[in-house]
């Protein structure tokens, strides 16, 4: 990929989660071009290795590594595995998140005799352990890996946390909210990790995407035969650039918030790359 600037972060040694998706699998590459040493963390470890071997072929410095984010002994191992093949963390990237169906309703709005209606998954009907899954994997998904590998970035110059936040954060999207809920945690989340961490020199920072098509949200925005939903026209008509973002798209706001030269005074922030989507008021 072309870089939109170029920043030099040789030397350094980035730990990606969620590298085996859409987004997070090209930050992945792009942090790789740039100089570092890149651990492409995911549960699906076939998704997060094809990554690893195609920057690797392209002369980056990738490993692969199997981890469940929710499971501390987890990614302990892996931050061991990491430090032995390529050093200690200086840049923690929590990708890791997602939506699940349980904790999904079925209409934007109750009306009444909904409870009546067979196949309707109402507010009522939102079942608990779903809505804890989807809690644990954005909160605590986030948390947890902050905890084992932000102890290694204590005192180092450059170290940074990226977040990925939402523009549920900002507004809540209907049918989902669990997912709008863990995504205003993590904005918060971000906000107090940087704080905490202010006296250390770790920069905590947050991106929180518009609407981009990823593998958790295709069936949501199309239907089988390729044609948007409702739900996508909705999107866009809230969208003033009209449109879904591209992967690329992300990558100057990454660069930036990774670059000690460019934004050493910046913390505690989070930045929407959104098509103007959060400053729209629909009049």
């Not at 669990?178 to 947050?206: C, D, E, M, P």
């Not at 739900?231 to 990558?251: H, Q, S, Y």
Request: proline share 4%; glycine share 10%.
């Amino acid at each position: 990929m072309k870089l939109p600037f170029q920043i030099d972060l040789s030397g350094k040694v980035a730990v990606v989660t969620g590298a085996g998706g859409v987004l997070c699998s090209n930050f992945s590459r792009v942090i790789a071009q740039t100089g570092a040493k890149v651990a492409l963390l995911d549960k699906n470890y076939g998704a997060a290795k094809a990554v690893a071997d195609d920057i690797n072929a392209s002369g980056g410095v990738a490993l692969a590594v199997e981890v469940n984010v929710l499971e501390k002994d987890s990614i302990q191992a892996a931050r061991d595995l990491i430090a032995e093949k390529l050093g200690t963390c200086d840049i923690l990237i929590n990708g890791a998140g997602g939506n699940h169906p349980t904790a999904t309703t079925t209409k934007e709005y109750y009306e009444a005799g909904d409870l009546e209606k067979e196949g309707l998954k109402t507010f009522f009907d939102l079942e608990k352990n779903g809505v804890d899954f989807v809690f644990a994997l954005n909160f605590m998904g986030t948390l947890l890996p902050t905890q084992v590998f932000a102890r290694d970035m204590i005192g180092k110059k450059g170290a940074a946390i990226l977040n990925i936040s939402s523009m549920n954060a900002y507004t809540p999207l209907t049918k989902i909210p669990a997912y709008s809920g863990a995504k205003a945690a993590i904005s918060n989340f971000t906000q107090w990790l940087a704080v905490h961490f202010s006296k250390v020199g770790i920069r905590v920072n947050a991106i929180a995407p518009g609407f981009f098509v990823t593998n958790q949200n295709r069936t949501l925005l199309y239907n089988e035969d390729g044609t948007p939903t409702p739900r996508t026209d909705k999107i866009l008509n809230a969208t003033p650039m009209n449109r879904f973002g591209e992967d690329k798209e992300l990558v100057g706001t990454l660069l930036f918030l990774l670059c000690e030269e460019a934004s050493s005074f910046i913390t505690g922030i989070v930045i929407p790359v959104d098509g103007g989507f959060s400053a729209y008021s629909g009049v």
